[in-house]
């Protein structure tokens, strides 16, 4: 497999012309800030919770139990969908920034299904279907496909998908069509999806629903307790709208839990990491002035900054993580409580 960049990921340019089409996209959110609300701990219903920073307009804050970072106050469902359907920024991804991508972003499409093939062979070798939450435009199922691992792969996506796949079938649906499913999956995927969702509980109380009872759900979501992020706060690609919940290893184990899960397996198999740190440092000489150890490491060669990216990997703090839990339990989920 080829080693992926961040240049393969995050093209030039691209992020910065995303992010001026999102600051226009949140200027018209914010004209119905009054009906935006303001509640405690979406992961662990904590009301311990405390203002963080502002970005882009929205008001972050931080939770004193778990250390979720997560917007509030919040835009309500209703809102957050209608942005998501009128965002000129996510169109601009998907009709413009995407396409001329796709080929370079797909070894991360086919690490995906390397990694779910190893966590399938772990923990549910005898997976016979899956579903996928929010496809997107389908790459990680038509990797999947080159598998011999599933007979049924069924994919879910609010945008209209046409991918002309006997192998794969579409449902066109955010998460909340799965209320009227009666089908249950050996294998649920949400890749890159429940930092972007509200109530994640609601989230949650459907995924079971869809599981068979010894089934597995496979999550990726951004670690923000990792030191890319926590270093380089909104200047990390992990805080933008409409990343709403930012988890951490600690509080998505909490969600997970209260909704009935149990986790099998975390990781945060990030290599990405230093690269960044180091692009970022290249283009402000003085970023780290206050964090000498941090770049005294990055400065060293690629021998000890690759030492150093395999050490943030195997202790929960690359900056995104990887999440395989299972149902056990009642489902305790319900609306995040109001401050
Ligand atoms: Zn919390």
């Known amino acids: 497999m080829n080693k992926i960049k961040v240049k393969d990921v995050h093209h030039p340019g691209v992020a910065e012309e995303f992010d001026r089409l999102t600051v226009n996209d949140i200027q018209k959110l914010l004209t119905k800030r009054d009906q935006f609300v303001d509640t405690g701990c979406p992961a662990c219903h904590s009301l311990n919770v405390k203002s963080a920073f502002n970005y882009q307009g929205m008001d972050y804050r931080r939770c004193c139990e778990c250390e979720l970072l997560y917007v509030s106050p919040a835009p309500?469902?209703?809102?957050?969908l209608e942005y998501v359907l009128n965002s000129t920024a996510m169109k601009f991804w998907r009709e413009i920034a995407n396409p001329g991508m796709r080929e370079s972003?797909?070894?991360?499409?086919?690490?995906?299904v390397e990694y779910a093939k190893k966590i399938i062979q772990r923990f549910k070798p005898?997976?016979?279907?899956?579903l996928e939450v929010g496809a997107g435009n389908g790459e990680f199922a038509q990797e999947l496909t080159n598998e011999?691992?599933?007979?049924?792969?069924?994919?879910?996506?609010?945008q209209e998908l046409t991918l002309n796949m006997d192998s794969i079938e579409v449902i066109t649906g955010g998460f909340e069509e799965l209320e009227s499913h009666e089908r249950t999956f050996d294998v649920v995927f949400a890749w890159e999806l429940i930092e972007h969702i509200l109530e994640p509980d609601q989230f949650l109380r459907l995924v079971r629903k869809v599981m068979n009872s010894d089934g597995i759900f496979i999550i990726s979501t951004p670690n923000e307790n990792s030191v890319?992020?926590?270093?380089l706060g909104t200047d990390s690609s992990n805080i933008i709208f409409d990343h709403v919940r930012l988890y951490n290893p600690v509080a998505i184990t909490e969600l997970l839990s209260r909704n009935g899960f149990r986790v099998l397996d975390i990781s945060?198999?990030?290599?990405?990491?230093?690269?960044?740190l180091k692009q970022h440092l290249d283009?402000?000489?003085?970023?780290?002035?206050?964090?000498?150890?941090?770049?005294?490491?990055?400065?060293q060669d690629d021998k000890i900054t690759a030492a150093f990216q395999n050490y943030l990997k195997e202790n929960l703090?690359?900056?995104?993580?990887?999440?395989?839990?299972?149902?056990?339990?009642?489902?305790k989920g319900s609306k995040t409580p109001v401050l």
């Open 317 to 331: 703090h690359s900056s995104h993580m990887r999440v395989v839990a299972t149902i056990d339990g009642e489902w």
């Open 268 to 276: 945060t198999p990030g290599l990405l990491d230093v690269e960044r």
């Open 126 to 130: 005898n997976s016979k279907n899956c």
């Open 228 to 231: 890319e992020t926590r270093t």
């Open 148 to 158: 011999q691992i599933f007979n049924e792969i069924v994919v879910l996506e609010p």
């Open 105 to 112: 972003r797909r070894p991360m499409y086919q690490e995906r």
């Open 283 to 299: 283009k402000k000489t003085d970023l780290f002035s206050d964090n000498p150890a941090l770049h005294f490491l990055l400065m």
């Open 76 to 80: 309500t469902e209703a809102l957050h």
